[in-house]
């Protein structure tokens, strides 16, 4: 018996970066998995990876599907439960930054709309057509945040960071209510991740590197000198996902970013050479 054997888990989002790493790790613990997104290549090499991590071919159900049209979302949920016959743990990893070009109070509310319909309004639909399920296994909800949320702002991306402030609030008030129903709800914060998110904004693989490096070079910025890794975000998602792990944790935020919202600034500036001492 592996950790998750028997257990049936939905990770949206599975097709690239964070959620391809906890598919695979899911795998690796002997879960049914549904993986999804909407570009079935990638879902492809997804399903590979898994395969190599262990998992049986009958235990991977491959959807491609659009999470922001209301009968994607069904048919992530229905094909799971023709193949696994119920769903333990959801994982409401999908998510990304609509970039048009334009930042800051110019971007259009074209821009806002498409951005809470994919990192907020699904996660909200996503819950609401799997509660009943949910309900029957006792089962956990795992949401994929940002430290981008705040308390800090984030002017650049204030659609983006706001979609994801409205998650943590959903995740805590969702968590109030369905733990009277044995239901564990909770989420996780990365900081800057290497995935597929920026490739995904349409930045050409230089820029991502450049954009990258810089932060991780700045202490300032990342305490820990490196960017985070989806495996890193993984291992915080399946832990969440474990009753037997965090059965007393309940609609937390939990943060993992090399130390980065700790920081103001001010410690990466030497004292003996602010001062001339
Ligand atoms: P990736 O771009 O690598 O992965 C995003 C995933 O979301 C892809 O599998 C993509 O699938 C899926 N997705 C996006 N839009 C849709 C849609 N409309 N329908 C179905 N699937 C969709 O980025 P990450 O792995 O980094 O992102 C995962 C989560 O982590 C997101 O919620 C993101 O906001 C969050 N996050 C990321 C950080 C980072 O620095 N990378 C930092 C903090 C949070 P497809 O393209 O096949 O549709």
């Given at each position: 018996m592996t950790r998750f054997s028997g257990k049936s888990v939905i990770v949206t989002g599975s097709s690239n970066g964070i959620g391809r790493a906890t598919a695979v790790l899911f795998s690796r613990y002997g879960a049914q998995v549904t993986i999804t997104g909407r570009d079935s290549e990638r879902l492809e090499v997804t399903k590979e990876k898994m395969l190599k991590a262990g998992a049986l071919p009958q235990n991977i159900n491959l959807v491609v599907a659009n999470l922001t049209d209301p009968n994607g979302q069904d048919h992530i949920i229905q094909s799971t439960l023709k193949a696994f016959g119920k769903i333990d743990v959801l994982v409401n990893n999908a998510g990304a930054n609509i970039f048009d070009g334009t930042l800051n109070t110019d971007q259009s509310i074209e821009i806002y709309q498409k951005t809470f319909q994919i990192n907020f309004q699904s996660v909200v639909e996503m819950i609401k057509k799997t509660k009943e399920y949910l309900i029957k296994t006792k089962g956990e909800i795992v949401n994929v945040s940002s430290t981008v949320a705040g308390p800090q702002a984030m002017p650049m991306a204030p659609y983006y960071a706001s979609a994801k402030a409205a998650l943590n609030q959903y995740t805590r008030c969702v968590a109030i209510d369905l733990i009277q129903y044995g239901v564990r709800v909770n989420s996780v914060s990365p900081g800057i991740v290497e995935s597929g998110f920026m490739s995904a904004q349409g930045f050409p693989d230089e820029l991502q590197q450049k954009f990258l490096t810089f932060f991780a070079s700045r202490k300032e910025c990342i305490p820990a000198g490196v960017c985070g890794k989806p495996e890193d975000i993984a291992e915080l998602i399946v832990f969440l996902s474990d009753r037997k792990r965090s059965s007393y944790i309940i609609g937390q935020s939990i943060v993992a970013d090399?130390?980065?919202?700790?920081?103001?600034?001010?410690?990466?500036?030497d004292l003996h050479d602010m001062l001339g001492l």
């Open positions: 090399g130390g980065s919202t700790l920081v103001a600034g001010m410690h990466a500036h």
